[in-house]
């Protein structure tokens, strides 16, 4: 469970995507990605490997196919172009809130040992968020909770802790005993494009909504 799953979509040199993965494996010669229905590529084509990454963003490599199946791709890289930001562009403030249905610690189940987990999303990307919660969670937690979206059915959503902001309470005294509230920065361990189309839908609606009420 806490493992890094990092997406993979792959493009021809027109920037069509022509299928997504999963990250296997990445030196700088090589990239492997593994899937369950990858394209079946020709020896030798040349391709564009998206590797999106929450904490450093889009990672595109021009590479040249090596050995290519459903299941699995392995390409030599030709040229690592420069990174795409992906957060501050795609970062949007909500007020959404979540009760979570798992919660995983160092790969076990802990959700029995705390029932009613809600979390409140600060803000939101099509790679992560920002979050508090009703109760102190720690890095490296992994949580579950499925995001409703009014136009849409709802998706679950699965999120690594990766960050613990400390935030002092306004109205704190010079009392030793103040409250300290906490914010959770977030990446998504893995997403369907089918997903992602309803995160980026929301995100759209609410950047609209956030412009109007200025």
Known sequence: MNERILLVRIFDLDEINIGRGILLSLNSN???VKGNNLPILDSGMNIIVKVY??????????????????HQLTAQI???????ERRNALKVRTDLS?????????GDDITDELP???????????????ISSNIDLIIGD??????????YKSIPLEA?????????????????????????GCYFLSMSSSDEAV???????RQLQLYRNK
């Open 199 to 205: 995160i980026l839908q929301y995100l759209f609606d």
């Open 160 to 184: 690594k802790i990766i960050r613990i902001d400390n935030l002092k309470d306004e109205c704190e005294t010079e009392n030793e005993n103040s409250n300290e509230a906490k914010n959770y």
């Open 53 to 70: 990454d929450e904490l450093v963003g889009i990672s595109p490599y021009l590479c040249n196919v090596s050995v290519a199946s459903k």
């Open 116 to 130: 009613n987990v809600k979390i409140n999303i600060l803000n939101l990307s099509i790679g992560g968020m920002l």
């Open 30 to 32: 090589a990239i492997i």
């Open 98 to 106: 979540f009760y979570v249905s798992k919660i995983h610690r160092n």
């Open 142 to 151: 992994v949580i579950t909770y499925y995001f409703k979206y009014y136009k």
């Open 78 to 84: 030709l040229r690592k172009e420069p990174v795409i």
